[in-house]
């Protein structure tokens, strides 16, 4: 549901937010994101693919960089990626609901644990 403080939920009434029962959620920093491409292209069973994409990532315009290298060299690695990338982002989405006391401990440590990095190609 979308809402702003000024309109609130319905639309009307204004909300102060410290006045709610929310836990807000700060984005990852770039390098958690860029670890998972250097990654990916270190674990990456064809070794030309790994040291042109571990290429594609040096300096500004990695995640550009890396994203067209997949889409125009190595399609056939997308899916692959798409896995790798989805399976650390859940296990994050985990790791901080544990950590903001939402799911317990255990719970959480059985997700992580049930939920690896795929097998790459």
Request: aromatic share 12%; hydrophobic share 40%.
């Amino acid at each position: 549901m979308f809402w702003t403080t000024d309109g609130g939920i319905d639309g009307h009434a204004p909300v102060d937010l410290d006045d709610l029962d929310l836990i807000g959620i700060d984005p990852l920093p770039s390098y958690v994101w860029y670890q998972d491409m250097a990654d990916f292209a270190e674990r990456i069973s064809d070794a030309v693919a790994g040291r042109r994409l571990a290429r594609a990532i040096q300096g500004k315009g990695a995640f550009r960089r890396f994203k067209n290298e997949l889409h125009e060299e190595y399609p056939h690695l997308l899916s692959a990626w798409y896995a790798f990338r989805g399976a650390r982002a859940k296990r994050r989405a985990v790791e901080w609901l544990v950590d903001n006391s939402l799911v317990d401990d255990e719970t959480g440590e059985r997700f992580v644990a049930e939920h690896p990095d795929p097998d790459l190609p």
